[in-house]
């Protein structure tokens, strides 16, 4: 997968960058309810799993977001041209693997090779990432509680990949479900106003989904 430096000595937040690294906690994050009624509902009609289809427009709507395709590596700042992801895969014994999948095809083919990808992990259960875990977007999900916040666990240092998260889907008053999805990044790369887009990009890579894929 391509890749470029950027130059950092020459970038408007050049001077954040250098300050957010030298905090021991540099990560920023927020937890968002997201409208998934519609999402939901594409999903019971044509059998697919919302836990995969939620995670494929998390991936491609961080990935509409150039900041959060970028990873400081020995100091510099690389950015990807896309990411894949690496989510948590429940096994039968309660315990998790690690299954890295990638997000730019068709649906039916991401959805094809999803499933496949998902039976491997469980029968091997490894936390071992098959593919370059510096262009990874680390994906988790809480489907048994519909939270308001989310602490998640980092490296510290310069570990900057985004962590997406969401938990279980509950209605609303109006009867509409809504999602509570968080986004974990190193604040040296990310503000609050690619957060933001982070999640204008969801609710269109929904759209798209449902309608131009479905």
Known sequence: MGWRWIDMENDPRRVHFEYFRSLPNNQVGVTVNVDVTDLHAFCKRSGASFYLAFMHVA??????????????????VVEY???????????????????????????????????????RCREQASIEEDADVERLYFVTSLPWLHYTQLIQPTAGGDESNPRISWGKFEPDSAGRLQLPVTLLAHHGLVDGLHIARFYQNVGVEMESLIHARG
Request: aromatic share 8%; hydrophobic share 35%.
């Open 81 to 119: 041209d896309a990411c894949g992801t690496s989510h948590v895969e429940l096994v039968a014994d309660g315990s998790y693997g690690y299954c890295t999948l990638e997000h730019h095809m068709p649906w039916a083919e991401f959805l094809e090779r999803a499933e496949a990808a998902r039976r």
């Open 59 to 76: 991936a491609l709507a961080a990935d509409g977001v150039p900041e959060l395709r970028r990873r400081i590596r020995e100091g510099r």
